[in-house]
C-alpha cells in the first residue's frame, strides 16, 4: 500500500507486510497458514476499553445499517467495543482515547452512510475493594408448595494473586454444601462483579473463600444459591472498602523550550504526575501521567496553548484511585443526585 495507491504484488514473504482483500472469515489476530503444515502465531492482547459514548441513530433508516456497520467496525478492530446500558436503553460504543472514537464516528458517516447522534464522552470507571469481610447470607422462600433455601459462609476480600476478575476458593468440605450448587454460587458472584455498590461500575478484581454452609434437601435448588450469593454480595460489599478506580493515560508531549512552564502548569491543573523530561531534536519532550478524565479536548487546548507547535500522544496505562473529592461527585452523577 502506497497512500491511496495499490501497487499489485505475487506474493508476500516472510516479515513483509501487505493488504489482502476477499476474505470474510478472518480477523485482526488470526495467523494464515498452510493446512498441512500447521501453525499459530502469538495473539496480540488488546487493553480494555477506556471511554465511552452513548450513540443513537438519527432516522429510523439508519437503525438497521447502525447494527450492520458497528459489527463490521467491532469485527476488525478488538480495541472497539460495544454494549446496551441495561438502565437507559442506550446503545454505548468503547474505544481507547478520543481520537480513536472520532476516527470511528467519521466512518460510520463516510463508509457506512450511517448518521448518528452522539452524547458526551464516558469515562470507564471500575471499583475495587481494599478490605476483607466475612459474611452469612440466608436465603429463604416460601410461597405455597416447593420453597426455596441456601445457606452460605463466605470472605470476600481484594485477590491475593496479580490479576483481574473473580478469585474463587471452595473450602466446603463434609458435604455441607451439595458440589453440584458450588458452580452457581460461583456464578452468582461473577455475575454481580458487573455492577459494583459505589456507583454500578463493574468490580476490578476480588477473591470469594467459600467456606461455610448448609441446605435444605427439597428446596434447595442451584438458582437459590446464585440468588444467596448474588445477595450476599450486596449486603458484605460496603464492609469492605470499596473505591473508585479511574483509567490513566501516558501523555508524551514533544514541545519548544519556550512553552514548557505552560504545558507542565496545564498538566498540573489536570492531576498529572510528571514521570521526565527529555529533549529531542532541540524540542522538549515531556511524560506524565494524567487521569482520562481530565484530558476531553486536550489536543486542541495544547494546540492554543503553543500556538499551534506542540504535539502530544496519549497511551493507556493503569488504573489508579479516584480522589475522594471527585469519587463522591461521580457516585452523585451515576445515581442521578
Do not use: W
Not at 37 to 57: Q, R, T
Not at 247 to 255: A, D, N
Not at 297 to 314: C, D, Q, V
Amino acid at each position: 500500500m502506497h497512500a491511496n495507491k495499490q501497487n499489485q504484488i505475487e506474493y508476500l514473504g516472510a516479515g513483509d507486510i501487505g493488504a489482502v482483500v476477499g476474505f470474510k472469515d478472518i480477523k485482526t489476530g488470526d495467523t494464515l497458514c498452510d493446512e498441512k503444515n500447521k501453525i499459530v502465531l502469538e495473539s496480540m492482547v488488546f487493553p480494555d476499553p477506556v471511554i465511552g459514548y452513548a450513540i443513537e441513530p438519527k432516522t429510523q433508516a439508519d437503525v438497521d445499517k447502525l447494527g450492520m456497520a458497528i459489527a463490521k467496525l467491532v469485527e476488525e478492530d478488538p480495541t472497539l467495543t460495544v454494549n446496551t446500558d441495561e438502565e437507559t436503553g442506550q446503545t454505548i460504543l468503547r474505544g481507547m482515547g478520543e481520537l480513536h472514537l472520532d476516527i470511528i464516528m467519521d466512518r460510520l458517516k463516510r463508509e457506512f452512510k450511517v448518521e448518528v447522534s452522539q452524547g458526551a464522552p464516558q469515562v470507564a470507571y471500575k471499583e475495587s475493594i481494599s478490605s476483607s469481610f466475612e459474611h452469612r447470607e440466608v436465603y429463604k422462600k416460601q410461597s405455597g408448595g416447593r420453597g426455596k433455601f441456601a445457606d452460605i459462609n463466605f470472605e470476600i476480600g481484594p485477590r491475593d494473586e496479580e490479576g483481574e476478575g473473580l478469585q474463587f476458593v471452595n473450602e466446603i468440605v463434609g458435604g455441607a454444601i451439595p458440589k453440584e450448587f458450588i458452580p452457581s454460587v460461583e456464578k452468582g458472584f461473577k455475575e454481580s462483579m458487573k455492577n459494583g455498590a459505589l456507583a454500578g461500575f463493574p468490580m476490578d478484581s476480588m477473591k470469594i473463600r467459600l467456606f461455610h454452609g448448609s441446605f435444605h434437601d427439597v428446596d434447595s435448588d442451584q438458582l437459590s444459591f446464585e440468588l444467596a450469593a448474588r445477595m450476599g454480595f450486596k449486603a458484605a460489599i460496603p464492609q469492605c472498602t470499596p473505591q473508585l478506580l479511574e483509567p490513566i493515560m501516558g501523555v508524551e508531549i514533544s514541545t519548544p523550550d519556550d512553552y514548557t512552564g505552560s504545558v507542565t502548569g496545564d498538566l498540573n491543573k489536570r492531576r498529572g504526575i510528571m514521570k521526565g523530561m527529555d529533549s529531542r531534536n532541540g524540542a522538549q519532550i515531556i511524560k506524565a501521567d494524567v487521569p482520562l478524565s481530565e484530558l476531553f479536548g486536550y489536543i486542541t487546548e495544547l494546540r492554543t496553548l503553543t500556538s499551534g507547535r506542540a504535539t502530544a500522544s496519549l497511551t493507556f496505562s493503569h488504573y489508579d484511585p479516584v480522589p475522594k473529592n471527585i469519587a463522591d461527585e461521580v457516585i452523585a452523577a451515576s445515581k442521578g443526585e
